[in-house]
């Protein structure tokens, strides 16, 4: 995959990254939305929303994934492609790191 993505894109990625189209809620000051989340990988996403985000704002994502449940992790948003957004997660406890990994590993197989 690393071989494919320095081939294929101009600034790689730390982590492989999956296409997906999971339903997930958004919080931010007390107020929550639906988005979509199109690509995941264990360092952040970009998600697809009807709210707009300044840069480095801060939000809670929360999403199901098969075999693991209810994830809920902080993020920030770090770029914007309108209407999309890309999050970076942060202060991610390893068993959500883990899950997140054990997704996308099984999508690219």
Same mark, same amino acid.
């Not at 000051?29 to 707009?52: D, H, M, N, P, Y």
């Not at 449940?69 to 993020?75: D, N, Q, S």
């Given at each position: 995959?690393?071989?494919?993505?320095?081939? %294929?894109? #101009?600034?790689?990625? +730390?982590?492989?990254?999956?296409?997906?189209?999971?339903?997930?809620?958004? *919080? =931010? &000051?007390?107020?929550?939305?639906?988005?979509?989340?199109?690509?995941?990988?264990?360092?952040?996403?970009?998600?697809?929303?009807?709210?707009?985000? %300044?840069? #480095?704002?801060?939000? +809670?994502?929360?999403?199901?994934?098969?075999?693991?449940?209810?994830?809920? *992790? =902080? &993020?920030?948003?770090?770029?914007?492609?309108?209407?999309?957004?890309?999050?970076?997660?942060?202060?991610?406890?390893?068993?959500?790191?883990?899950?997140?990994?054990?997704?996308?590993?099984?999508?690219?197989?």
């Amino acid at each position: 995959y690393r071989l494919m993505q320095q081939v %294929l894109e #101009d600034t790689p990625r +730390v982590a492989p990254r999956v296409p997906t189209h999971i339903s997930a809620t958004a *919080i =931010r &000051a007390g107020k929550q939305w639906t988005v979509a989340i199109l690509s995941l990988s264990e360092s952040g996403c970009l998600i697809r929303s009807s709210e707009s985000l %300044l840069l #480095d704002a801060k939000i +809670v994502l929360r999403f199901s994934l098969p075999k693991f449940g209810l994830i809920e *992790i =902080r &993020a920030d948003v770090g770029y914007q492609l309108i209407p999309d957004l890309g999050l970076i997660f942060n202060s991610t406890p390893p068993p959500v790191r883990e899950a997140i990994a054990s997704f996308v590993e099984g999508a690219l197989a």
